[in-house]
């Protein structure tokens, strides 16, 4: 007998189902972007077929980390940083899972930088969303990697001396294969992007920007804000490497002057996930490794085997 | 006990030193002899002594001795290091031909064989250490057919007539000293068996017990000395439906474990002091969210970088304490390599029935010895696996509330909450290292909280009660001479009473392997005259514990040289602490 029946399950799903029955109401600040992606979410998941019980959603620390708690699947909050190496692992032990993580800039670019890049160098096959808001909201108000040059902060009086890490870039460098950049202002285009990166082969990445009207006004809302995709002064190919890193570029320069350029930046397609490249040479089993603890047939006495070696 | 042979090859790192000592202590096993291997080793991968060495006997042998019968010496540091453990009957293999002139002391035979010229005869320069474990042969009367299997295990990979060319070194070594020396006064002769036994290491002990137990995920990241375990199960794990990571970091690698476990993996990871201190981050997180989850500890000397590869028990305080606030956790520390392989097999089944963090605290002196062993001593009938309280598909119902939601932290009798894996349906819940209710949601009440410590706390009292937590005794049990010990000193504290008993001292040994929860050792203390604690760190930190325990001051014997106790230095170290004061209550 398994244990995951609810993985492949074809019913119907109820938007609904996603929000719990206990503290439906989010306690995050009103206009914060974080209602933003918990909407997406929400639509995002029934849409591409996902139910409550094959999702296990990982989160950081932080305002962005209280998301397990107003959408309602398999959720593990984790600590401040650590989310990525704890969610490519479960996916890792149970690909038929699907497999998110999420949490703030301070939390995924600062903190957990090196697992950031490693896990986008690796190319797990899992979706990664950065709730952008340029700033430490939980520990109320501190500077982030991301807050902009000259940004102010209790921590950062004179304002920062520093250029903000360029999230898209890094994360083009590392290795990811499918970027994006959204923003909670426009819904439309977050529910689509999100869904989209849920349905990738490979390590997604959305740094989505989310005002935090309590504690950063100078980002504003993050209007007006341009789809690349959709505006006729851009013009590349998401598939071309070279392109994609001039239009980053482009991308986290502007946004300091007040421009909100957003849509899909890269994908690609070819590049086999950590999980597929190790199925196909062998060195990851077909089968969840959880499942054969269900087997009644799983032999133990296999370990007999292990002796021969030492011999 | 049967007459022991000491036998060590040294030289710089990088001469084969290790690969050679293995194949002679392989021999020796397939001959039905024991061994108890040992390492001198700097850490630099070139440049610097290093030596092998290599007890035998027809009995088990657990300790090193400050003995040395038979030396193979490739450089001439090899034999002024080990000067003190040279004696008149001992015998140096070395290379005259090579630019240094040996000085080997007078009273010590000296053997001089052109290994590299013999070597070059037999089809190459790089097998002169196998043209010296020849000429060992012919020292020790022991058939240097009894190489072969080795040399074709080491080799076969390399293809036949490397093997070939080895053999032919072995027999050329063997029958130069045959023909050009007469050995009158070395009485040398290795008795052979028809026993099989198996030879393996601390690292691969616990590697082996991981499979065995059931270990299907692994991450880790290298450091010396716990590579090994992740070297063992690497290659073997995905034959047993499983997988090994190198992560970026040791706070990614035990996240990683942790990730492995939450989807229902048994998960595992392994480190040294350094690691540790990284992953120390997470305990409380694995903890809180009740993940099930092995996590070794192979100490070696610190702090901070400290000695990488020199023996230390001075982690004992960090895995029994580490991490801030309060963590419920288990900590078990196996005191021989058989004990690895045990150890690590129970710390599966305490991490899934009480859904802990488990510590097996093992160390470098476990880790990088080989020892031999009957395979009757890793029993794979005696393995049982008990994953707790994993609620499968038709369980689930008995676990939702009223309003059919997945009760995660329930508070039950014995503390254990189900665990229902991601990917069952009706299980959907969220853990996190927030305090939280029987839900896994955030909660502050006071109501709450106390209840969920408690409920944490209540399966560690829940195992006291349930599991033994024993202790492993030797020696007089009615003496009044108590030696307390922990992890690998066991082995050195057996040997040692027979020295003790030659001297008519009597001792009762007990060496403790589970360190949380631990036995009450209030009586076995109040029944002793004199009781000393004995352990590889300078500042006691079992002594202290067990001290607290009993509220009795103990003697202590510590060493923090980096170099783990000998039987004869502990016989003597014993007898002078016997008669010493006792410190003042
Ligand atoms: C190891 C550690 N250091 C510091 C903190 C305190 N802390 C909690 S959240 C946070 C930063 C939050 O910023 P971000 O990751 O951007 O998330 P946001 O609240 O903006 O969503 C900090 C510093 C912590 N929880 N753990
Ligand atoms: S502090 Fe900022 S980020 Fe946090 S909930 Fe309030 S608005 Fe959102
Ligand atoms: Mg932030």
């Known amino acids: ?82 989310s990525l190496p704890v969610a490519r692992a479960a996916k890792l032990a149970n690909d038929g899972l699907e497999v998110i993580a999420a949490g703030g800039d301070g939390d995924g670019y600062g903190i957990g930088g090196n697992h950031f890049i490693h896990t986008a160098r690796e190319n797990h096959d899992m979706t990664y969303i950065v709730f952008n808001n340029e700033i430490f909201g939980l520990t109320k108000g501190q500077t982030s990697p991301t807050s902009p ?65 309590t504690w950063n006004k100078d980002a504003r809302q993050y209007v007006p804000y341009i789809d690349v995709q959709e505006s006729d002064d851009y013009d590349f190919d998401v598939t071309d490497r070279g392109e994609a890193a001039q239009m980053m570029h482009e991308t986290e320069d502007v946004l300091n002057e007040g421009t909100v350029l957003t849509g899909r930046y890269y994908v690609d397609d070819e590049s086999p996930s950590y999980q597929q490249e190790k199925k196909d040479l062998g060195r990851v089993p077909q089968e969840p490794l959880a499942e054969r603890y269900f087997d009644d047939d799983a032999e133990w006495e296999r370990s007999y085997d292990l002796l021969e070696r030492h011999t | 006990m049967a007459e022991d042979l000491n036998w060590a090859i040294g030289g710089e790192a990088g001469d084969g030193i290790d690969s050679t000592g293995k194949i002679f202590a392989q021999a020796l096993s397939r001959a039905g002899r024991h061994v108890f291997t040992s390492k001198d080793f700097a850490s630099r991968i070139r440049g610097g002594y290093t030596a092998y060495k290599i007890r035998t006997s027809v ?88 190489l072969d299997e080795s040399l074709e295990k080491r080799f076969g990979g390399k293809g036949s007539k490397i093997v070939e060319n080895n053999k032919k070194a072995a027999r050329l ?56 375990v992740m070297e063992y199960l690497t290659g073997r794990i995905e034959e047993y439906g499983g997988h090994v990571v190198q992560a970026e970091d040791e706070l990614s690698a035990i996240n990683m474990a942790l990730g492995g476990a939450r989807a229902g993996a048994r998960s595992m990871t392994a480190t040294s002091g350094p690691g540790i201190d990284l992953m120390t981050e997470t305990f409380g997180l694995i903890a809180t969210s009740e993940t099930p989850l092995v996590i070794v500890d192979v100490m070696r000397s610190g702090p901070s970088t400290g000695m990488p590869t020199k023996q230390e028990q001075g982690d004992l305080n960090m895995t029994l304490y580490g991490g801030h606030g309060e963590i419920p956790r288990f900590v078990v520390a196996p005191t021989t390599i058989a004990e690895c392989f045990w150890k690590t097999v129970e710390a599966f089944n305490y991490a899934e029935q009480y859904q802990t963090p488990v510590y097996v605290v093992s160390d470098l002196a476990l880790a990088v010895t080989e020892q031999t062993f009957p395979p009757e001593a890793f029993d794979m009938d005696e393995v049982e696996i008990d994953r707790g309280k994993l609620v499968e598909q038709d369980e689930v119902d008995q676990w939702l509330d009223d309003e059919g939601r997945f009760r995660a932290h329930a508070v039950t009798d014995d503390g254990v909450s189900p665990r229902a894996i991601p990917g069952t349906i009706d299980g959907a819940h969220m853990s996190t290292g927030l305090e939280h209710d029987e ?65 008519g001292i009597d001792v009762r040994v007990i060496s403790v392997p589970y360190i949380f929860p631990r036995p009450d050792l209030t009586e076995e203390v109040e029944a002793a005259d004199e009781a000393i604690v004995v352990e590889c760190n300078a500042t006691g930190q079992f002594a ?40 003042a209550q």
């Open chain 2, 544 to 583: 202290d514990v067990i001290e607290h325990d009993t509220l009795t001051r103990l003697k202590r014997i510590n060493k923090y040289t980096g170099v783990r106790f000998k039987a004869d230095e502990l016989a003597t170290e014993i007898t002078d602490k016997l008669t010493e004061e006792v410190p």
């Open chain 1, 149 to 213: 040059k000259g940004h102010k902060s209790k921590t950062q009086p004179g304002g920062t001396a520093k250029t903000p890490i360029r999230p898209l870039s890094m994360s083009l460098t590392s290795g990811a294969t499918y970027i994006a950049r959204t923003a909670a202002v426009n819904p439309n285009q977050a529910k689509e992007i999100i869904a989209e990166a849920i349905e990738h082969d490979g390590f997604a990445h959305v740094d989505f920007l989310t005002q935090c009207p």
């Open chain 2, 173 to 228: 070594g063997q029958e130069y000293v045959q023909e050009n020396y007469d050995f009158t006064d070395l009485e040398y002769d290795l008795e052979t068996t028809d026993n099989d036994y198996v030879l393996l290491n601390g690292d691969e002990a616990i590697g082996m017990g991981a499979l065995a137990a059931g270990c299907r995920f692994y991450a880790g990241y290298p450091i010396t000395p716990a590579t090994n």
């Open chain 2, 59 to 146: 009995d088990q042998v657990q300790s090193v001795v400050d003995r040395l019968d038979i030396l193979v010496a490739l450089t001439q540091r090899t034999i002024d290091e080990n000067l003190d453990e040279l004696h008149d009957g001992s015998a140096v293999i070395y290379d005259g031909e090579r630019s240094w002139d040996a000085e080997v002391p007078d009273d010590i035979t000296a053997v001089d064989v052109p290994l590299k010229s013999i070597a070059e005869d037999a089809g190459g320069a790089i097998m002169r250490n196998i043209v010296a474990l020849g000429a060992a042969c012919e020292i020790t009367n022991f058939d240097v057919e009894y």
């Open chain 2, 439 to 503: 839900l896994g949601r955030r909660t502050e009440e006071e109501g709450e909280r106390v209840e969920q410590v408690d409920k944490r706390n209540r399966k560690v009292e829940t195992a006291k009660e349930q599991e033994e937590w024993n202790y492993r005794e030797f020696g007089d049990s009615d003496s009044d001479n108590l030696v307390i010990s922990w992890g690998s000193n066991e082995g050195a504290l057996v040997e040692a009473l027979e020295y003790l008993e030659e001297d």
């Open chain 1, 1 to 82: 007998m398994s244990a995951f029946n609810a993985i492949g399950d074809e019913r119907e799903i109820d938007r609904e189902e996603y929000t719990p029955g206990v503290e439906p109401q989010p306690t995050w600040c009103p206009g914060c972007g974080d209602f933003g992606v918990l909407k997406s979410l929400k639509q995002a998941l029934p849409e591409v077929g996902r139910t409550p019980e094959e999702t296990l959603v990982c989160t950081g620390i932080g305002c962005s980390g209280k998301l397990n708690s107003y959408l309602d699947t398999y959720g593990f909050h984790t600590i401040h940083g650590r």
